[in-house]
């Protein structure tokens, strides 16, 4: 069965600070990944995927996330946090083989001035 | 402008009266999907489907029916909605099941 685990509900990180927001997932196969951002009243928002490929992968606003696979993890990290980058990030998995999406639960990341 | 429409943004409703919430892509996407967010437990897909006449259930689909009859359209119906089903719900589409575009999403109460 697919699962994701995002293990912090909340993270909190300084303007300028570097972030990590965690992410592991079990999966059948080879895993398709996914991050996905909800800004306060707003809808989700793409901002990578993993599919294949070099394991350091570059999104949207700043974001990048490494895969690893022997971990089975797949980390959203960005250099230097802003006080914008405050919202909901979800991670997301599906097999190569299953068009079935699971996401994880979610983590607030809360950046301060 | 590419997008995803899903009507009504808000609905109130009563224990068992059917209701139908709509959704509509013009990005051409095969693949369309739905999904609940409740507090605490992210997002939960519904149903998914791949084409025209083409659906299959997610994680969570007892109490929900799905229709795609034309590939823009994929409506989420409620036959007999409950109490448990007040959620936030949220229309996507994409390109082979990759990056998803979400609607903008539709609060739902069953009282």
């Known amino acids: 069965a697919q699962s994701v685990a995002q293990p912090e509900d909340q993270v909190n990180v300084a303007e300028g600070n570097p972030l990590t927001v965690k992410c592991t997932y079990s999966?059948?196969?080879?895993?398709?990944l996914f991050w996905y951002v909800q800004y306060p009243n707003r809808g989700l928002q793409f901002l990578l995927k993993?599919?294949?490929?070099?394991?350091l992968v570059k999104g949207s606003y700043g974001f990048e996330a490494e895969f690893n696979k022997s971990q089975t993890s797949f980390h959203l990290k960005k250099p230097s946090a802003l006080v914008s980058d405050s919202a909901l990030y979800f991670c997301?998995?599906?097999?190569?083989?299953?068009?079935?999406?699971?996401f994880g639960s979610g983590t607030r990341l809360l950046v301060r001035p | 402008e590419a997008q995803v429409t899903q009507n009504p943004r808000y609905l109130i409703t009563v224990t068992g009266k059917k209701l139908t919430v709509t959704c509509s892509q013009n990005?051409?996407?095969?693949?369309m999907s739905w999904y609940r967010q409740d507090p605490g437990l992210g997002l939960r897909q519904i149903y998914y489907?791949?084409?025209?006449?083409?659906?299959d259930k997610g994680d969570v689909p007892e109490g929900y029916k799905v229709s795609r009859k034309e590939k823009r359209n994929f409506p989420l119906i409620l036959e007999s909605p409950s109490p448990n089903q007040t959620s936030l719900y949220f229309c996507?589409?994409?390109?082979?099941?990759?990056?998803?575009?979400f609607g903008p999403g539709t609060r739902l109460t069953v009282t």
């Open positions: 993993y599919i294949t490929g070099d394991n």
């Open positions: 489907s791949m084409n025209v006449e083409v659906t």
């Open positions: 999966v059948s196969g080879n895993p398709y």
């Open positions: 997301a998995v599906r097999s190569d083989s299953s068009y079935k999406l699971i």
């Open positions: 996507a589409s994409s390109l082979w099941a990759h990056e998803q575009y």
């Open positions: 990005m051409n996407h095969e693949y």
